[in-house]
């Protein structure tokens, strides 16, 4: 895989495949030995995660835990994921998965579909309502894993399945399939390149993990250029191809528009200077219909794969 822009990876998102490792390797001095690892990263965790509820408790009797600051600590990737850990985090699992579900309409509206939270039940299944043209598509399954399953693993990890329904499901008075968590990520424990029934390789680019907030990075993912940008903690790939000059993103830059919200984010082509809303699954804002081609996206902790044609895997 040839690159185009090389960031650093962060540390602190390999942590946790690195405490595996050691764990792992302690096992060669036996069963004793390992035990005694796992016993150690236990009790460390446990000892940080009594620290983290007493910091939040006393912020919260000083009233400095409001609703913005509750939201940042949400939003922030690492922080997140540290009170998900220690069951801190400040939205109940519904809210999370919803939020989840949120980040991933742009990639379903970008086919003509949606989907609707239905249910978060008490034994952890998570209900949807696939919509529009997703709604009795034969490709919906496929459709779900490739926008959903990244997003509801990251907010949601205690989720153990995904029920799917469709208006028909719902005339009938019958459910979707049921489709087990465990199947829904086996893809991302197999091999780079390895292809699925729905004809895309996911090919992992460790580079992207790196990537910062309001960067704009130039990949080939197999023989496919990509082009990622972040905002926030949020990712974004697309096919790197301007759909109006149909030139490579070579020098492009992301920004917010004028008078835009907060998160806005808004790609633009150097050579032809069109503008693409990167959180709307870049369609052009400049009025002739057209729009970027998005690439879905997952993330295992440590690592995040793009899934491309398997005509232009390696």
Do not use: N
Not at 246 to 273: H, K, M, N, V, W
Request: with cysteine; charged share 25%.
């Amino acid at each position: 895989m040839a690159q185009h822009d090389s960031p650093a990876v962060p540390d602190w998102r390999t942590a946790g495949e690195r405490i595996d490792t050691l764990i792992a390797a302690s096992g060669s001095g036996g069963a004793v030995a390992r035990e005694r690892s796992e016993e150690l990263v236990r009790v460390v965790a446990d000892f940080y995660g009594a620290g983290l509820e007493r910091l939040l408790d006393l912020v919260h009797e000083r009233g400095r835990l409001d609703d913005d600051v509750l939201a940042a600590l949400a939003d922030d990737e690492l922080v997140s994921g540290v009170l998900l850990v220690h069951g801190l985090h400040p939205y109940g699992v519904e809210t999370r998965v919803e939020r989840a579900l949120e980040s991933v309409r742009p990639y379903l509206g970008s086919h003509g579909g949606d989907v609707e939270l239905l249910a978060v039940t008490d034994e952890g299944t998570v209900r949807l309502r696939l919509l529009g043209s997703c709604d009795g598509c034969p490709s919906s399954s496929v459709t779900l894993k490739l926008a959903v399953q990244g997003a509801v693993e990251a907010a949601a990890p205690e989720i153990t399945s995904i029920e799917v329904e469709t208006a028909a499901d719902e005339g009938a008075g019958a459910t979707g399939p049921l489709v087990p968590v465990d199947s829904l990520f086996a893809r991302l424990h197999t091999e780079s390149g390895a292809v699925g029934d729905d004809g895309a390789s996911w090919e992992a680019v460790p580079e992207l993990s790196g990537l910062e907030s309001g960067a704009v990075a130039r990949f080939d993912v197999g023989r496919m250029p990509v082009v990622a940008c972040r905002v926030g903690t949020d990712l974004f790939a697309f096919e790197d191809r301007c759909a109006r000059c149909e030139q490579p993103f070579e020098g492009a830059t992301l920004a917010r528009r004028l008078g835009g919200p907060s998160g806005d984010a808004i790609l633009r082509c150097a050579g032809c200077r069109a503008h693409y809303d990167v959180r709307r699954a870049g369609i052009c804002l400049d009025g002739d219909g057209v729009h970027l081609a998005p690439l879905p996206l997952l993330s295992d902790g440590a690592a995040v794969s793009v899934s491309v044609p398997a005509a232009v895997a390696p």
